[in-house]
Nanobody
Framework: QVQLVESGGGLVQAGGSLRLSCAYAASGRTFSSYAMGWFRQAPGKEREFVSAISWSGGSTYYADSVKGRFTISRDNAKNTVYLRMNSLKPEDTGVYYC?????????????????WGQGTQVTVSS
């Protein structure tokens, strides 16, 4: 079984920065065998893709709305994926989820992800 635990969310003013972390724990399949993704859900809206990273970290993907502001990275030795968020805007507010993807064919497709964390709240004030 895979467990994902997000941390690093909080309240920040517009223009500020946060770094989210997602720690992976499992028996059996290793962290480096999963591509990883970040999704978010704003109040009253559907969950949406934010960013993803390949198994090795060599390929990264971003939603157009965060491109140039957010950076995804992973440390396979620490079983952790990160999302650095700069120049935050009020529209970035939401619950951020990390997820594990065993297939890595369509990183933006949430149905490709087998395991999800519980989420961490990010609130950006104007």
């Amino acid at each position: 079984q895979v467990q994902l635990v997000e941390s690093g969310g909080g309240l920040v003013q517009a223009g500020g920065s946060l770094r989210l972390s997602c720690a992976y724990a499992a028996s059996g399949r290793t962290f480096s065998s999963y591509a990883m993704g970040w999704f978010r859900q704003a109040p009253g809206k559907e969950r949406e893709f934010v960013s993803a990273i390949s198994w090795s970290g060599g390929s990264t993907y971003y939603a157009d709305s965060v491109k140039g502001r957010f950076t995804i990275s992973r440390d396979n030795a620490k079983n952790t994926v990160y999302l650095r968020m700069n120049s935050l805007k009020p529209e970035d507010t939401g619950v951020y989820y990390c997820a594990a993807d065993p297939i890595h064919e369509k990183p933006e497709d949430e149905y490709e992800y087998d395991y999800w964390g519980q989420g961490t709240q990010v609130t950006v004030s104007s």
